[in-house]
């Protein structure tokens, strides 16, 4: 009998273990793998598919064309290498470093984070690396880094089983991280005791199952947060020991918390002054309360606040490094966890470091053998300022892997112009056609999950090794490869000198030893035999300690200086753009149960085709009758950035006077569906996080004599021909 290969679902921060068993011919059939200790043998719809969109519409060869309204030739790696090198020389020469930007994704390896930073912020000189993390969890980070003094979810996903008191909070869980959510929901039904609250505007699945749901107006979170604080304390529901032994800043939050009555919070919230006092109830009553939040929370102009206000609440209570206790993000993509570990933002560095920290910089150049003062102490271009340097002129080569941002940018005319301006851009991709490649001059073929060997991080920390087990179609590579060879090719030749995928991660963790995401004793050989494993893991660690779940802050000292978590002090601002009389909606923005992010892959599968087949715009009844409006009428929804034409879906699921469309759609799978035409670039200060999540808006109805949903290749007079 042919053994199965152990992996790693590809799609959501859940980080599924997988199980490809042979079949014979070259076929696999894919199961969840019962080893695997954060899914423990479950699989949603999407990683249960996964094979069926491998070799559809794949990328082969690389193409390159001189103008974007030409059409694509087939040219040799050898020509497109020359021609990249040969524009990287040119650009710095010319422009110098920071003219050069790197636009990744969550979808890479470890390895080719690590190798892209080795490329960019070292050999190249510039920090203009960002990632689609940017747009996803760098709120998360920021306010983890701001309260803890280190990025990283503290908590594991046994305290999902642990917990007395779950609080959901901008996550619908059971569609976007489903085998968390069961096992969450399997717990909560077994023990009647367990409380799970949920926050959301909308009535969601996650919601349905919820013993209490606050439908709290958007951009009221913190307001919510800070009511339920105010009455946790009035209560006497806090933790004084560990409030004076571990925090600072507790004085000043009493006094902010002051100014949040629960009379208050409820009509500024829209929700029964009861409820915001029951979910305090739940709260204060638990031994252990777990906190879950994702993108409702983090793609917020006050994103960082958000998530830090609702760690206040785990400080007020001592809720922290304790089983079934702590507060947990939720990560979007499969390796967004991974790529901040190896420095995969504009502002980072591997190892959780900072570019600005001089300390830290020096720890990299020398490590990487580079002259002092090699690396630049100044933050790269964030995902929406590669937009603005485009505008202005300042960039002159443009390089986007493993990601779409002409569907998943805010502002997408802005952001689509912008993307014609650029010079010279490079997109490396698994597929084609894609809404971005009709922006590229010259693109890539990577190879993807099942074809290339690496390792990927989940949201608890946990580092699963997904090894190769077929070939790539064609001449396709994986991405460490693609970006080792430039350097090579860029006279790097000692840098760069990796042979596998396993080399390339043995270098990496000697750069994690001693820093909070140690990985120092973690090596594929190790997670080939041990299976997957949480870090901190350092070297000398034994394989019965490696095994066992890790909870950060278990002894209660933090990163920061004095080793005190921090209070937020933070008051609430609300959503960046308010309705008004012509805009009087505020929309929001989400996934649904089948479909992952701009549908690349699950665009191209059929069953989640024909679960999912277009999108849609959620209203509620009594908005619907205000425009006269019945179920599946065709209604223009405006912003002041642009227009998509949907069907409405009339449901008390709702909030009244909140609208909701799916964020999948792009030109290639439905006319005018582009969420993002809609939505625009306003950011929190602190993790230049655009807030993707409420915009205003108007609905207009219209009369259609056919739906205008239709498949092109065309997009704005540019060529984009399908093989």
């Known amino acids: ?104 994704s969550g979808q890479f390896q470890t390895e080719d984070y690590y190798v892209a930073q080795k490329l960019l912020k070292g050999c190249l000189g510039t920090n203009n690396f960002d990632a689609n993390s940017r747009l996803c969890m760098s709120s998360a980070v920021s306010a983890y880094t701001a309260s803890f003094g280190a990025d990283g979810p503290p908590c594991c996903y046994d305290d999902l089983e642990a917990t007395e008191c779950a609080f959901l909070i901008g996550t619908n869980t059971a569609e976007c991280h489903p085998i968390v959510f069961n096992r969450l929901r399997n717990h909560h039904k077994r023990d009647a005791g367990v409380k799970l609250i949920v926050v959301d505007p909308r009535r969601t699945p996650t919601a349905e199952v919820a013993d209490l749901h606050l439908a709290i107006r958007p951009g009221t979170d913190i307001d919510l947060l800070h009511g339920i604080g105010h009455l946790l304390l009035e209560w006497g529901h806090v933790d004084a020991q560990f409030i004076e032994e571990c925090t600072e800043g507790f004085a000043d939050y009493v006094k902010l918390l002051a100014a949040y009555p629960p009379h208050w919070v409820a009509e500024r919230c829209g929700i029964a002054q009861g409820d915001l006092e029951q979910a305090a109830r739940y709260w204060g009553h638990a031994q252990a309360v777990l906190s879950l939040w994702s993108m409702g929370i983090n793609q917020s102009a006050e994103g960082t606040a958000k998530a830090r206000c609702l760690i206040n609440l785990h400080l007020l209570t001592g809720q922290m490094g304790r089983p079934g206790s702590g507060p947990f993000s939720l990560t979007g993509q499969p390796n967004a966890m991974g790529g901040r570990e190896a420095g995969g933002l504009s502002h980072l560095l591997p190892g959780y470091r900072q570019v600005t920290n001089p300390q830290h910089r020096q720890e990299v150049e020398d490590f990487w053998g580079l002259p002092r003062g090699q690396l630049s102490d100044r933050p790269g271009r964030t995902a929406w300022q590669i937009v603005e340097g485009l505008e202005r002129g300042e960039v002159g080569l443009l390089w986007i892997a493993a990601t779409n941002p002409a569907v998943s940018f805010p502002h997408l005319e802005r952001a689509k112009a912008a993307f014609l301006k650029s010079p010279f851009t490079v997109y490396q991709d698994a597929y084609f056609p894609t809404e971005t490649a009709a922006y590229a001059h010259l693109i890539l073929p990577a190879a993807q999950w099942s074809e290339k060997t690496g390792v990927m991080t989940n949201s608890e920390r946990r580092v699963t090794l997904s090894p ?256």
């Open 1 to 104: 009998m042919l053994t199965p290969v152990s992996s790693l679902c590809p799609y959501c921060g859940v980080g599924c273990g997988l199980e490809a068993v042979p079949q014979g011919k070259g076929a696999y059939k894919i199961r969840g793998d019962r080893q695997h200790p954060s899914s423990q043998g479950m699989v949603c719809v999407k990683g249960a598919t996964i094979m069926e969109a491998l070799d559809r519409d794949r990328l082969a060869y690389p193409l390159w064309r001189e103008r974007l309204d030409h059409p694509f030739t087939v040219i040799s790696w050898d020509e497109a290498l020359t021609r990249l090198v040969k524009r990287l020389q040119g650009v710095r020469c010319e422009q110098g470093a920071d003219a050069i930007c790197m636009y990744g």
């Open 468 to 723: 190769a087990f077929r070939s790539p179609p064609g001449l396709a590579r994986p991405d460490w490869e693609i970006f080792a060879e430039v350097g090579r090719r860029l006279g790097y030749e000692r840098l760069f000198s990796f042979a596998t995928a396993a080399d390339v991660y043995a270098e990496f963790v000697q750069l994690t030893a001693g820093r909070p995401c140690d990985q120092s004793g973690l090596s594929h050989e190790r997670l080939a035999r041990l299976g997957p494993l949480q870090w901190p893991c350092p070297v000398g660690m034994s394989d019965e300690e490696a095994r066992k779940p890790k909870r950060l802050y278990t002894d209660r000292r933090f990163h920061t200086a004095n080793q005190r978590a921090v209070f937020c002090l933070a008051h609430s601002q609300g959503v960046a753009e308010p309705t008004d009389k012509v805009y009087r909606f505020t929309l929001t923005t989400g996934r649904l149960y089948g479909h992952w992010h701009t549908q690349t892959r699950t665009g191209r599968i059929p069953k989640i085709q024909k679960m999912h087949p277009n999108p849609f715009v959620e209203m509620h009844p009594e908005d619907a009758a205000t425009l006269d409006l019945k179920e599946g009428d065709w209604v223009e929804v405006r912003s002041r950035r642009g227009q998509v034409c949907l069907p409405v879906t009339i449901t008390e699921a709702i909030r009244p006077g909140t609208l909701f469309v799916p964020m999948h759609w792009g030109f290639l799978f439905a006319k005018s569906g582009e969420v993002n035409q809609l939505t625009h670039p306003i950011a929190c200060p602190i993790s230049q996080q655009p807030e993707l999540k409420a915009c205003a808006v108007q609905v207009l109805p219209v009369k259609l004599q056919q739906s205008p949903h239709i498949s092109l290749v065309q997009e704005n007079g540019i060529a984009l021909e399908q093989s």
